[in-house]
């Protein structure tokens, strides 16, 4: 995978379960796709970049 879950803004962590989850509704063929080709990437990342909005308004 070109990018990682751990630096997605969707990978989020659940106080219910004690872990990270990702919080993206996947379709059923995506996610096959991405747990046999080691070479896909996720179509749903996106970056978390905190200052994003930040650097907009400068």
């Given at each position: 995978?070109?990018?990682d879950c751990n630096?997605?803004?969707?990978?989020v962590y659940d106080e219910e379960y004690d872990a990270y989850d990702c919080?993206?509704?996947?379709d059923e063929d995506d996610?096959?796709?991405l747990m046999c080709d080691?070479?896909?990437?996720?179509?749903?990342?996106?970056a978390d970049d905190e200052y994003k909005i930040v650097r907009k308004q400068m």
């Open positions: 995978m070109s990018a630096s997605c803004s969707f990978y919080q993206v509704n996947m996610y096959v796709r080691k070479n896909s990437s996720c179509p749903y990342y996106q």
